[in-house]
């Protein structure tokens, strides 16, 4: 491969992940999901070559730290990847190899196996069901993913008493609801993938709690277009663990404030009423204390991604910080959006963009979803230069952690 295609595929690369969560609803690690290069794969002879680069590139390019921190990275492998050994570029201790499920159990992949693990790897099976031809593979594993929805309730039980005949931990993927995620908890996985915690249970007629509902008030209030500096400034300061925090993360370096301010009214003159109101709201949902951080994290990278993507579409900025940051509104409060955002005074373009994902503000966050699904072929995706929306999503990323690191977990 040239250093000129090289350079053109790390520039194009594309990188998502998907949050794992251990038992106690903590982040555990993150799915990387990848592609090569968009319009350089016909330049690629070999596909495992050009991945493994491309994963490299990537790594090298953002950092381990940015695209995991703490938290574990698994990476699907094809059989070449093992065999050429290049994943050793990448460190042991956060890394989880994935074996996918169109690998074979040949004598060279086995012993590639626990060369992997004698270096210090673990070693997942994704998509994995145990059947006797690859049953051999079990001998080698440290984790096991199955995907729940390619089983029935029945299955699902009896692959779950043979694991159980070996030493490894199991990952049950594509949970996509509360009573999967309970079923799955209840026959004894260790970690859980999908999308439930974005996708709460349908409530018809739910009613909020007066403490969700004086929640909802508050984010009302905050994006009324009409606010004056005033206004918002008693609106905060009415709530002291908001004005806390707000003065906290205003004055972090993420920020980069010129000089620290000791006041909210001085914090808005210094970054305007806009961004406030976005900072504040942000905040106010940073208070719901009994849904995962991961859920506010993802909410932060929304918002910031949405926001960075829309001077491409001729957007305002501000709605597309409010759409990312409220498409994740039902799962907070576990409601219909279409409830939630009836007592919230909303221009009509983020509505359409909430319930329908219509409208220019719609396209922005429907390409912002398909990044977090790996879904690279979406038109909302593919209209957009490779290394833009990979640059915005990581930027987004790096933003988020900050905001999480001055604000959320102090």
């Not at 990275?73 to 290049?86: E, K, P, Q, V």
């Amino acid at each position: 491969m040239t250093d000129t295609s090289t350079a053109m595929l790390k520039q194009s690369a594309l990188v998502g992940r998907q949050a794992i969560f251990d038992r106690q609803m903590e982040i555990f690690g993150y799915e990387l999901l990848y592609r090569d290069g968009t319009g350089n794969s016909a330049n690629i002879l070999d596909g495992d070559e050009a991945t493994a680069k491309v994963m490299v590139n990537t790594f090298l390019e953002l950092g381990i730290d940015q695209i995991a921190g703490n938290a574990q990275a698994f990476l699907n492998l094809t059989a070449n990847f093992f065999l050429s050994r290049h994943y050793e570029v990448l460190p042991t201790k956060n890394v989880i190899l994935e074996v996918l499920e169109t690998i074979d159990p040949t004598p060279t992949v086995l012993e590639a196996l626990i060369q992997a693990r004698k270096s210090g790897y673990k070693i997942a099976l994704d998509d994995f069901i145990l059947r006797e031809s690859h049953r051999v593979l079990m001998e080698h594993a440290d984790l096991v993913k199955v995907d729940v929805l390619a089983l029935t309730q029945e299955e699902l039980k009896e692959q779950v008493a043979m694991f159980r005949d070996y030493p490894v931990r199991l990952l049950a993927e594509k949970v996509e609801d509360r009573e999967m995620y309970e079923q799955c908890l209840a026959l004894g996985f260790d970690y859980f993938q999908g999308y439930f915690f974005c996708k709460p249970q349908v409530l018809e007629g739910v009613r909020l709690s007066s403490n969700r509902m004086a929640v909802v008030l508050l984010l009302a209030k905050l994006q009324d277009p009409l606010i004056d500096l005033q206004d918002l400034n008693d609106l905060v300061k009415n709530d002291v663990a908001l004005s806390v925090k707000l003065l906290r993360y205003v004055n972090s370096a993420s920020v980069g404030l010129p000089r620290s301010v000791d006041s909210i009214f001085q914090a808005i003159g210094l970054v305007g009423t806009e961004r406030m109101r976005q900072w504040a709201s942000l905040l106010v949902l940073a208070q719901t204390g009994d849904k995962p951080t991961e859920l506010m994290r993802l909410a932060l990278i929304r918002a910031h991604m949405c926001e960075s993507l829309c001077p491409l579409y001729g957007v305002a900025p501000g709605q597309g910080f409010t759409v990312g940051l409220f498409s994740v509104l039902d799962a907070y409060f576990d409601c219909e959006m279409k409830q939630l955002v009836a007592d919230l005074p909303l221009a009509s373009e983020i509505l359409d963009a909430l319930l329908k994902r219509e409208g220019m503000l719609g396209t922005i966050l429907e390409g912002v979803l398909a990044y977090e699904q790996g879904d690279w072929d979406h038109q909302a995706i593919k209209s957009v230069e490779a290394d833009t929306v990979n640059s915005a999503y990581w930027s987004s990323v790096e933003w988020a952690n900050g905001v999480m690191e001055a604000v959320i977990r102090k």
